[in-house]
C-alpha cells in the first residue's frame, strides 16, 4: 500500500504544485500585470462566468510549474534507483514539458469548472464549497493526463482519495502561513 500511495503522490504532484502556485501567484506583485481574468469579465445569467480569480497569471504559472516539477521528477527518476523501485511509470517515455503542461492546465481547468458552478450557485469567491474544492483540480488534472498516459483503474481511486485528503491539509498550511483567510 505504501508504494501505492507513494506512486500516486508522486505521479500527481506537479498538478498538486500547478494549483498551489496559481494560488501563490496571486500574492507576488511582479506577476500583478498578468493579472487579467480568464473569463474577460463574461457574464452567465447575470453572474461573472468565473470570476476576478481565475487569471491568466494563474494558467501560465500553473503550467511552468507543472513543467518544471515534471522536469524535475524525471531527473529524480534517473538519479535515484528507490525512486525507480517506486514509481512504476517508465519516466523514459514521458516528456515533462508535455505531461507537466497537461497536468498545471489541468489542474486549473477543473478548478475553473468548478468556480463556473459556484458563481451561479451565488457561493462567493473564497468561500468553501466542500467537497468540489477538494476534488476540482483533480478530476481536471486526471482528464487531461489521460491524452498521455493512462493508469490502472485502482491507481486512479488511490490518487483521488490521497490527492482528497492533501487538499486540506494544503489549505490549513496556507492559512497557518497568513496565505488564506480561512483554514478550510
Known sequence: MFASIFFVLWFFTPAGFANLAAFI?????VLKKLNYPVDCYIKFHGKR???????????????????????????LYHTFSGIRALVWLNYDMVNPVI??????????????VKSFFKRQAGIQPGMSWFPFDQVDYIIGGVILSLFYIH??????????????????????????????????
Open 49 to 75: 462566468v468565473l470570476g476576478s480569480h481565475k487569471t491568466i497569471r494563474g494558467f501560465i504559472v500553473a503550467i511552468v510549474v507543472g513543467v518544471v516539477i515534471c522536469y524535475i521528477q524525471t531527473v
Open 99 to 112: 505531461f507537466g503542461a497537461l497536468l498545471g492546465f489541468g489542474a486549473l481547468t477543473g478548478d475553473a
Open 151 to 184: 493508469l490502472s483503474i485502482v491507481d486512479y481511486v488511490v490518487l483521488f482519495i490521497v490527492w482528497f485528503l492533501v487538499h486540506p491539509l494544503m489549505t490549513f498550511l496556507g492559512y497557518f502561513f497568513k496565505l488564506r483567510r480561512r483554514p478550510l
Open 25 to 29: 501567484s496571486g500574492k507576488i506583485k
